[in-house]
């Protein structure tokens, strides 16, 4: 799979980890930074994903900072973005099934490496159950309520 993968400076390391892993196992890993562990700002690297998820770039992507929390909000602030942060494997591909998570948040003072790996590939190996009526109509309604809020040109308007 093609994904896209970005960290601020707290994250760095898990990042480095997770982009090796992934690329061993065969997948196609576009790091979008941070390159280094300097003090960086979270929202610059959440949408540096959004933004190419959005572009076609990667149908997927995955985002690490700290926390976790930081890059969620920020990332679910970037229309057609829909992002969750997962510490476990049944969140992981259940966001995915059932929600089309299309973003992977890991926090990493949260969760070490072997988890984050269990966590990418829950991620990875899941699809959106589309033939359910049930899934696809809440996923409907999700994205009425983000149509509500945007302008023409993508942007959000103000509440």
């Known amino acids: ?70 890059v969620c909000v920020a990332a679910n602030k970037i229309p057609g973005i829909r992002a969750g942060m997962c510490h476990d494997t049944y969140s992981a591909h259940q966001g995915v099934e059932h929600d089309d998570m299309n973003v992977v948040v890991l926090g990493a003072r949260i969760i070490g490496p072997a988890l984050a790996f269990e966590v990418v590939d829950s991620f990875i190996k899941a699809v959106f159950c589309a033939k359910e009526e049930r899934f696809v109509r809440r996923f409907n309604k999700v994205l009425a309520i983000e149509a509500k809020y945007q302008c023409g040109d993508g942007s959000r308007t103000a509440v």
């Open 1 to 70: 799979m093609k994904l896209v993968i970005s960290s601020d400076h707290a994250g760095f390391p898990l990042k480095e980890e997770v982009r090796a892993y992934l690329a061993k196992a065969g997948h196609e890993v576009i790091d979008l930074g941070a390159y280094n562990a300097e003090p960086s700002d979270y929202p610059d690297f959440a949408e540096k994903v959004g933004d190419a998820i959005r572009q076609g770039v990667a149908k997927r992507g995955i985002l690490i900072c700290g926390s976790g929390v930081g």
